[in-house]
């Protein structure tokens, strides 16, 4: 009798201390699944008001992984990192983004998207600000008053459209061929949002009613004397590189850093006192001043 209380004595011991260590590797992986990078808080992403996923905030934006919203999609998306390079390649089935970490901009579909946060590397994926992902997937992402939630649905989901030929076929391969090139001669030595800078007065031009209606005209524009330096001196012509291309495809997209700015000027090198007297200044980006019409 008591040799049968000693072994139950040890079984209840034994089966305790099996419970013991399992919640306890529970606990380990919960604590591992909460180990979120330096700075960053869990955020829960609802899908048709259904518990899906989650994101990341931080005081620099809310982070939602690309490869999840492949998913989402059924895109079935394999990741190519390379750690020493930085560059990232996210491909699935009508879908391919490429980003290099640090870069302001990155593709998708051989289109442009300017985003000078850039991504990061966490738990396997890519990490790219809401405002990014809502553009690329085309869906109204709702994120709650206390940065703590994200709501979408999901039929509003759709890849970005593009292809190689997409920015020929939507804006005309003359418009880039001048927008790129004035952007090289104007802003080649340029940051990238100064690059965009130059292209964005160049579209405002074109837009406002009292410079002419495309691109080439513009640059080349005389009513009011000689409009940009290089179209006088030639070094215009010269071959833009991949940078100012890629500037001119943004400027295209949308992406503006200047706002209404139709002018521009360095100071270093020009008499500004005709812009600070009769033009509202808005920003200065690199070695540019950029002004605006009086209002």
């Not at 850039?118 to 990490?127: A, L």
């Not at 030639?234 to 139709?262: K, Q, R």
Request: charged share 25%.
């Amino acid at each position: 009798m008591h040799r049968n209380k000693t072994r139950l004595l040890a079984a209840v011991l034994l089966w305790a201390l099996l419970l013991a260590l399992c919640s306890g590797a529970a606990l380990a992986a919960d604590d591992a699944a909460e180990d979120l990078p330096e700075g960053f808080w869990d955020v829960r992403v609802y899908v048709d008001g259904l518990l899906s996923d989650r994101a990341l905030g931080s005081y620099d934006g809310t982070w939602l992984a690309v490869e999840d919203f492949c998913t989402l999609l059924g895109l079935e998306p394999g990741s190519l990192w390379n750690e020493e390079t930085g560059e990232l390649t996210v491909g699935a089935r009508d879908f391919v983004l490429h980003a290099v970490k640090g870069e302001a901009y990155f593709s998708v579909n051989s289109r442009y998207v300017y985003e000078p946060r850039s991504f990061f590397r966490y738990d396997g994926r890519s990490w790219f600000p809401l405002e990014v992902i809502s553009h690329v997937f085309s869906a109204e992402l709702k994120l709650s008053s206390d940065g703590r939630r994200v709501d979408l649905k999901s039929a509003e989901l759709a890849v970005m459209p593009g292809g190689a030929a997409w920015y020929y076929d939507n804006f005309g391969s003359s418009e880039i061929f001048w927008l790129a090139r004035i952007i090289h001669s104007e802003a080649g030595n340029q940051p990238i949002e100064g690059r965009i800078g130059v292209g964005n007065v160049v579209l405002n031009r074109v837009a406002s009613d009292r410079y002419p209606d495309n691109i080439r005209d513009v640059v080349f524009d005389k009513q009011f004397a000689i409009q940009f330096d290089p179209a006088a001196s030639g070094t215009v012509y010269a071959e833009p590189d991949e940078l100012d291309v890629i500037c001119a495809c943004l400027c295209f997209e949308g992406y503006n850093t200047v706002g209404e700015s139709m002018f521009f000027v360095n100071p270093r090198i020009a008499d500004d006192s005709w812009f600070k007297t009769t033009k509202e200044f808005v920003i200065s980006i690199g070695e540019h001043d950029f002004y605006k019409l009086k209002t």
